[in-house]
């Protein structure tokens, strides 16, 4: 970051902090304990493609990755126009679904195209309600999402999974940046 851009107030986001991905495994057993909700071994993550050449660059990517994966991952486009890629594990097996998540954000990050990535979402569930345990990609934290319907959250249920997972994943303190992904795998 350069003299005018502190100047103007600019600042140089964080880089991303992918191994905070490895701290979910310690949250999912802090969240099992304190509130019911289980891994249902799905987890996915998110990214915008952009147009042209880097487009082109990111969808041959993605096929490596899933020719690689051997039938591990899926892929969809949901209405907003975000591919998903898609991994489901045994629901035990949150280990190994947070390692091959990493693996898929890390390929894509190497590959050049860490600024396509949005987000990272591990599906939990308490029998009724859904709940995803969500990674920002830019800002490297994460925030619980528990959607209650068609474009309806329980905002009671998220603040209280907070409270419970804050000692064991880096929280978005930001409120305003808990942005809802209705429609994701696995919720």
Known sequence: MGFLDAFLGRSKPA??????????PAAAISLQASTGFRPTGVGSVCFKAAEGGGFTGLQEQV???????????RKE?????????IRSTP???IGGLVTDLHVVNSSLADAGFGSALLCTVIAFTDGAQPLGLVYLYKRG????FAPSGPDRRNSTVELQVRAVIE???RIESDLSRWFPVY???GL
């Open 77 to 85: 486009r949901d209405s907003f126009g975000f591919t998903w890629l």
């Open 63 to 73: 096929e490596a990755l899933l020719a690689l994966g051997q039938g591990k991952y």
């Open 15 to 24: 880089p991303p902090d992918l191994d905070q991905l490895f701290g979910l």
């Open 183 to 185: 429609g994701a795998p």
């Open 167 to 169: 000692d064991d994943l």
């Open 91 to 93: 629901p035990d097996d």
């Open 141 to 144: 934290s994460w925030y619980p």
